[in-house]
C-alpha cells in the first residue's frame, strides 16, 4: 500500500467536501482520493475510511456518476482517483449556494420593488460574501494543509 493522508486531514477535507451535500461516506471518500497521490482500490478505500465495501461501493457509484472520481482497470480491478482540486470544489460549493440559497432570495427580494436600492445592497453584500468565503475558506484549507504537510515532515 503506498503513503496515506493522515485522517486528520481526511476529516478536514472531508467536511470541506460535505458542503456538496453528497452524503457523509461520499464525502470521505471523495476527500481520500483527493488527497492520495495514487489511485486507490476499493479496498484501500474500505481500509482509509473505515466504512465497509457495500457503502464504499455505493459512494464511488454516486461520485463516478457526478463526475468527481473516474477509475483505471488494473487488471480485474478498478484504481479510483479524483483529479479534482480543492479550488474547483470551493467553486462548486459556491455554485450551490448560489442556486440554492442566493438565487431564491433574490426571487424573493424582487417581490418588493419599493425596496429596489436595499435590495441592491443586499444583493452587493451577498456577492461579497461569496467572494471572502472562497478566499477564506481556500485559505484556512491551505493553512491547515501546510500544517499537518510539517508535522508530517518532523
Same mark, same amino acid.
Given at each position: 500500500?503506498?503513503?496515506?493522508?493522515?485522517?486528520?486531514?481526511?476529516?478536514l477535507? &472531508?467536511?470541506?467536501?460535505?458542503?456538496?451535500?453528497? *452524503?457523509?461516506?461520499? #464525502?470521505? !471518500?471523495?476527500?481520500t +482520493?483527493? $488527497?492520495?497521490?495514487?489511485?486507490? &482500490?476499493?479496498?484501500?478505500?474500505?481500509?482509509?475510511? *473505515?466504512?465497509?465495501? #457495500?457503502? !464504499?461501493?455505493?459512494? +464511488?457509484? $454516486?461520485?463516478?456518476?457526478?463526475?468527481?472520481?473516474?477509475?483505471?482497470?488494473?487488471?480485474?480491478?478498478?484504481?479510483?482517483?479524483?483529479?479534482?482540486?480543492?479550488?474547483? $470544489?470551493?467553486?462548486?460549493?459556491?455554485?450551490?449556494?448560489?442556486e440554492?440559497?442566493?438565487?431564491?432570495?433574490a426571487?424573493?427580494?424582487?417581490?418588493?420593488?419599493?425596496?429596489?436600492?436595499?435590495?441592491?445592497?443586499?444583493?452587493?453584500?451577498?456577492?461579497?460574501?461569496?467572494?471572502?468565503?472562497?478566499?477564506?475558506?481556500?485559505?484556512d484549507?491551505?493553512?491547515?494543509?501546510?500544517?499537518?504537510?510539517?508535522?508530517?515532515?518532523?
Amino acid at each position: 500500500m503506498h503513503s496515506t493522508p493522515p485522517q486528520t486531514l481526511i476529516n478536514l477535507v &472531508s467536511r470541506l467536501v460535505s458542503r456538496l451535500e453528497l *452524503g457523509e461516506a461520499a #464525502s470521505k !471518500v471523495l476527500a481520500t +482520493l483527493i $488527497l492520495s497521490e495514487f489511485p486507490l &482500490s476499493q479496498t484501500e478505500i474500505v481500509h482509509l475510511t *473505515g466504512y465497509s465495501l #457495500s457503502q !464504499v461501493s455505493s459512494a +464511488l457509484s $454516486l461520485l463516478v456518476s457526478v463526475g468527481l472520481v473516474s477509475f483505471v482497470k488494473a487488471g480485474r480491478k478498478k484504481l479510483y482517483f479524483s483529479d479534482k482540486g480543492i479550488d474547483e $470544489l470551493l467553486g462548486e460549493i459556491a455554485r450551490k449556494m448560489i442556486e440554492k440559497d442566493l438565487k431564491p432570495l433574490a426571487r424573493e427580494l424582487e417581490k418588493f420593488p419599493k425596496e429596489r436600492e436595499k435590495i441592491q445592497s443586499l444583493m452587493d453584500e451577498c456577492n461579497q460574501a461569496i467572494e471572502k468565503l472562497q478566499e477564506t475558506f481556500l485559505l484556512d484549507t491551505l493553512k491547515n494543509m501546510r500544517s499537518m504537510n510539517a508535522k508530517m515532515n518532523r
